[in-house]
Structures are given as structure tokens and as C-alpha cells.
């Protein structure tokens, strides 16, 4: 047996040296950083919506199992179900230029970066030519003394390490955890954009094609708020995408008030389940139609403009906005990766670095479909739930 112990031995140690799987495991059980992957599931669950009676143009949706009739969009196609394992990041000294993204994070194929909808008024520029900061303002810092008011890890940094543009013309911002690092301040570092350009109208669509890492201890989010300086939480905050700790959930959400009882009524979620979504690029939409708000004397909103949030075309949640928020077109655009935390239930993630995607972002006149689909998408989505 000590013979055969020793073959074993040998064996394992080649696996480990040359990123073989270890022996007695499937690909299934390695992917990712080391984090088990969720079981896959094949339907997807939207609350709050039916089927559409006919299919919006340019939005692939996939049959019922067992009823392809063809293969589906050359730009959805899922990926292989078991990728192997990116190699690990090289940490000890600072690369010339951005790191490429890593095999977790590139699907086979992005979405068509040319809308099929109404009038995009605004697209920021992802050539690697420019410097992420001619769109978007940098965060910097752990948002002390209370890390970003949710006891996050994260040291928001303008490096190209953390956000930079990649050569097929995507947006990349990256979450590095190496908690051994002599330095505290390279320990747990992200990138947090706002953007430079405001919604600007007070009709219009925002939509992203993201790529979210999941992962325990990470915390990706596309959202919005006002327009620096503004007066938090009763200006309001809209938040379009978020996954937490890996649950494979989007939160769509709307704030506007503190997190007390007194504010309870405030805090509106629905949550999305989309099993896939370490594994392709997921389409998430906010939609706005308040040109008959009216503003206060004090510049506030008088409320009442409709709001609605899509997932991979489908209508999640919807809410009026409140009144006393700051008014809509007057709003910018987030993108960051927090890393522990409260909302992270005080998990921290492995050693690795973790990627959102961003396959492309624009604005438009109006949504997919036009106002009268909204309006039809409005009468069958349900409202948001109190927290």
C-alpha cells in the first residue's frame, strides 16, 4: 500500500503544480477561485410578469426545454459549462499596463453593441486609446470611518490594475483580495466610477450588458444618485444591479430614506434569481418616465414619475418616484465592486481578482418597444416590496 500511497502522492503533486484538477473531482467541483459553483438551474424566475405574447425585437429568450428549433443568437451562445480555472495573478510587482481579463470573465461572445432601439443619446467610449477617467470620476479611499458606510474592505483606487479598457472595446473593473500583502492599502483594492454625463433627460432608458463576479465576500453594483454634492439618503438612490456573496440574485432597488424603523416604508426590493449569471452577460434596464413631475420651489421633485426595472427584457419591479428626491435628470451612473462588509454578512473574498464586464452602456429616448410597451409592461409588473 505504501507503494501505491507514494504513486498517489507524485500524482497529486503534478496536479497541483501544472493547474490540474485533483484527483476524484469533476470540473464542476473547480471553477471560479476556488468557490464551489451554485447548481445550475435552467429556468429562470422573474416575478411579477407573464410571457410576452410576441417576441421584442433583438432580445433572445430561450425556449422551453426540449423545444429548440434553432440554435440561438450567435451572441447569447452560453459558454462551455465547465471553463477551466484562470491561473492566478502575479501580485509582486505592477504590470506595464492593464491585465487582460481573465477566463471566468469573457464569455464567448458579447452582445451587439449597436442598440435595435429608440435614439441613443449617450454611449461613453471604451477604446483602450482613452483613459477610463474621460467618462467617468474615480473614488478613491476606503470611505472612512466607516467603510462606505457598510464596514467595507475595499481601497477604491484609480490604477489601470482596477479599471481599464480592453481592446475589443469593453469596460473592465477589477477587485483585487491579496490580504497577506505587506502593504494594507494593496490588501483589498476596486474601482468605484460615477459617471461624468447626468441621465440628462427627464424621459429615457439606461442599459447595461454586464458580466458580474460572484464570488462570497464580493459585491458588484450598477446604480444610481444625484449629482454630486447631494444630501443622502433622502435625495434618493436606485439600484439596477447587485449580487451579493455569489447568491446568483440582482437586487433592483429604490432608497430614500435611512435604515430605521421610522424609514421602513422606504426601502423598496424585488429580487431576480438568474442561476447563470457568472456565465454570460446579463441585460438589466432602469426606465424613467417623468416629464409630467413637477419640481418644488425648494428644486426637488414633486414625485410621481414612473420607474421601472427590466432584466434581460422582462419587467421586475416597478415604483412611482417619491416625492422630496433629487429630480431625475440630474442623476449619474455608478459602477464599483465593493468587498466585505454588512451587506457581505462580514465575509471576505479569497485571494484572486474578481471582474464586472461591461459590454456596453447607453442611454436612449426610450425603451425597446417604445412607451406603449411600457405602458403595457406597467400595468403587469409588480411594485417594489418593503425591505
Not at 442599459?207 to 444618485?225: H, M, V, Y
Amino acid at each position: 500500500m505504501s507503494f501505491l500511497n507514494n504513486i498517489k502522492q507524485k500524482a497529486e503533486e503534478l496536479n497541483r503544480k501544472h493547474n490540474l484538477l485533483p484527483i476524484g473531482r469533476n470540473a464542476s467541483q473547480h471553477s471560479g477561485y476556488g468557490a464551489p459553483r451554485p447548481p445550475y438551474q435552467q429556468q429562470q424566475y422573474y416575478p411579477g410578469n407573464q410571457p410576452y405574447p410576441s417576441q421584442p425585437q433583438g432580445q433572445w429568450q430561450q425556449p422551453p426545454q426540449g423545444q429548440w428549433q434553432s440554435p440561438p443568437p450567435p451572441h447569447w451562445q452560453q459558454p462551455s459549462p465547465h471553463p477551466p480555472p484562470p491561473p492566478q495573478p502575479n501580485y509582486s510587482t505592477r504590470p506595464g499596463g492593464p491585465p487582460p481579463i481573465p477566463s471566468h470573465s469573457r464569455p464567448p461572445a458579447s452582445p451587439s453593441t449597436k442598440s435595435s432601439g429608440p435614439g441613443v443619446y449617450w454611449r461613453p467610449n471604451f477604446s483602450p486609446a482613452i483613459p477610463v477617467a474621460q467618462e467617468f470620476d474615480h473614488k478613491r479611499g476606503h470611505g472612512d470611518p466607516w467603510g462606505w458606510g457598510n464596514n467595507e474592505l475595499e481601497n477604491y483606487t484609480s490604477d489601470s490594475s482596477n479599471s481599464f479598457h480592453t481592446h475589443d472595446g469593453k469596460l473592465v473593473l477589477r477587485a483585487i483580495s491579496q490580504p497577506q500583502h505587506p502593504d494594507p492599502e494593496a490588501r483589498y483594492t476596486s474601482a468605484r466610477l460615477v459617471s461624468r454625463a447626468t441621465l440628462g433627460r427627464r424621459d429615457g432608458c439606461l442599459t447595461a450588458w454586464l458580466s458580474l463576479p460572484c464570488a462570497e465576500g464580493i459585491w458588484p453594483a450598477f446604480w444610481c444618485l444625484p449629482r454630486e454634492p447631494f444630501v443622502w439618503p433622502h435625495e434618493g438612490e436606485i439600484d439596477i444591479a447587485e449580487s451579493w456573496n455569489g447568491d446568483c440574485q440582482n437586487h433592483s432597488c429604490l432608497h430614500w430614506g435611512f435604515y430605521n424603523a421610522e424609514d421602513a416604508q422606504k426601502h423598496l426590493v424585488r429580487t431576480t434569481h438568474i442561476p447563470d449569471m457568472p456565465h454570460r452577460p446579463v441585460r438589466y434596464d432602469f426606465v424613467w418616465q417623468c416629464s409630467r413631475t413637477g419640481v418644488r420651489g425648494d428644486g426637488k421633485s414633486e414625485g410621481g414619475g414612473r420607474l421601472m426595472w427590466y432584466v434581460d427584457g422582462r419587467p421586475v419591479m416597478k415604483n412611482l418616484m417619491p416625492p422630496g428626491t433629487r429630480p431625475i435628470e440630474d442623476w449619474t451612473i455608478l459602477l464599483n465592486i465593493a468587498m466585505g462588509g454588512n451587506v457581505c454578512q462580514g465575509k471576505t473574498p479569497r485571494d484572486g481578482a474578481y471582474d464586472m464586464v461591461v459590454h456596453n452602456l447607453q442611454m436612449s429616448e426610450a425603451p425597446d418597444g417604445g412607451w406603449a410597451r411600457f405602458d403595457n409592461d406597467w400595468q403587469h409588473c409588480v411594485d417594489g416590496a418593503v425591505m
